[in-house]
Each structure stands twice: as C-alpha cells, then as structure tokens.
C-alpha cells in the first residue's frame, strides 16, 4: 500500500504562487507515475499534470502548461507542483495520485491511478 498525502494548499490573489507537496510512504517503489488532477465544485475532476517517477518525464494539461511546473525528490518520496501565474480558475482542490510500476505520460482517466490523496484546497482571489 502507498499514502498519499498532500500539503501546501491555501489562498493566493490572483497572479500569486503556491506550491503543493505530495508525500509517499508505505510501500517503496522505484518507478511509476505521479499525477496531479483537480476538481472543482459543481465539476468534474479534472487532469493537471504527471511525472515519471524514474526519469521525471512529465506531461501538461493545456490549461495549466507554462505556469505549472511538477517535479519530484526521490530521496524524500515527494511530488511538487509549482504554480505560478495564478486564476482564479485555478481555484479547485488539488489531489495527487500514483500509478506504481508502470511509466506513462499524459494519462487522464481517473481509474488508471491505483491511489490518491485526500486533497488540499487552492483558492485564488481576484
């Protein structure tokens, strides 16, 4: 089993910065894929951004590409996600997710990703 749990949430006027944590324990792993997604109330949860764990390779949503940035320490089992430029849009609660032993970019469903946080709200003033 792997825990997720993320950090870092809060509200931020518009065009500020966060940064989300994402901390692994339990179970070990040495490749898999990260991702973040978002939801917002009254919507659907929503794809942000994934990386690979072994070769952080990573993939955008076009909605958040050149403002959001993910990264990952191996060292400490973390995934970041820094967000710049900040909308109000971008208001939402932010969950990471993790897919172990296997690498891909881009995935966008749901239902690939065999565990989840229990998210962290970002809200963005006007």
């Known amino acids: 089993q792997v825990r997720l749990v993320e950090s870092g949430g809060g509200l931020e006027q518009a065009g500020g910065s966060l940064r989300l944590s994402c901390a692994a324990s339990?179970?070990?792993?040495?490749?898999?894929?990260m991702a973040w997604f978002r939801q917002a109330p009254g919507k659907e949860r929503e794809f942000v951004t994934t990386i690979t764990w072994s070769r952080s390779m990573t993939y955008y949503a076009d909605s958040v590409k050149g403002r959001f940035t993910i990264s990952r320490d191996n060292a400490k089992n973390t995934v970041y996600l820094q967000m710049n430029s900040l909308k109000p849009e971008d208001t939402a609660v932010y969950y990471c997710?993790?897919?172990?032993?296997?690498?891909?970019?881009?995935?966008?469903?749901?239902?690939?990703?065999?565990?989840w946080g229990q998210g962290t709200q970002v809200t963005v003033s006007s």
């Open positions: 339990g179970r070990t792993f040495s490749s898999g894929t």
């Open positions: 997710a993790a897919r172990i032993g296997i690498e891909a970019l881009g995935v966008n469903t749901r239902t690939w990703y065999d565990y």
